[in-house]
């Protein structure tokens, strides 16, 4: 390599992206020991577009789905959530926009299958949506887990 030698280290940058990402700070707050906020935050969108974090959480899950770490079950609360009609956060003008803020990456063509979706209706019965093929399947069950008959 030519050039000076960095000042900040691969290490301190990237915990200075999980000290935000675990504490929710603005990128500015995030303490000067991690390096320039400024760095951070382009090392952190320069990953963030060229798919690297989506990388690392695929080989992590996949390193530990090989040790049988990870539990593929999936909850889904169905609390209402509502929020004020300023909060859509919808731009007036969304073709502007460069890239989405999320990054660009292309999802699988079976993303989201196999969802499961539980929904309380009253202490005695659960009802249960499967997510399989594009198909929803839905059955009721009871809160211990015994099949109930249809009526």
């Known amino acids: 390599m030519a050039g000076?030698?960095?000042?900040?280290?691969?290490?301190q940058?990237?915990?200075?992206?999980?000290?935000?990402?675990?504490?929710?700070?603005?990128?500015?707050?995030?303490?000067v020991e991690y390096g320039p906020w400024g760095r951070i935050c382009a090392l952190f969108r320069r990953w963030q577009r060229d798919g690297i974090w989506h990388q690392v959480l695929t080989r992590l899950q996949a390193l530990a789905d090989a040790k049988g770490a990870i539990v593929w079950d999936l909850s889904v609360d169905p609390t209402v959530c509502r929020a004020h009609q300023h909060a859509t956060g919808a731009r007036k003008q969304g073709d502007l926009q460069k890239e989405?803020?999320?990054?660009?990456?292309?999802?699988?063509?079976?993303?989201?299958?196999?969802?499961?979706i539980t929904s309380v209706v009253n202490s005695a019965e659960v009802l249960i949506m499967?997510?399989?093929?594009?198909?929803?399947?839905?059955?009721?069950?009871?809160?211990?887990?015994?099949?109930l008959v249809p009526p």
């Open 100 to 116: 989405p803020p999320g990054g660009v990456f292309d999802e699988p063509g079976d993303h989201g299958l196999g969802v499961l």
């Open 13 to 31: 940058l990237i915990d200075g992206i999980r000290f935000r990402v675990r504490t929710g700070v603005p990128w500015r707050d995030v303490p």
């Open 130 to 147: 499967t997510k399989t093929s594009g198909v929803v399947e839905v059955s009721r069950t009871a809160p211990h887990g015994g099949l």
């Open 4 to 11: 000076r030698p960095p000042v900040w280290s691969w290490r």
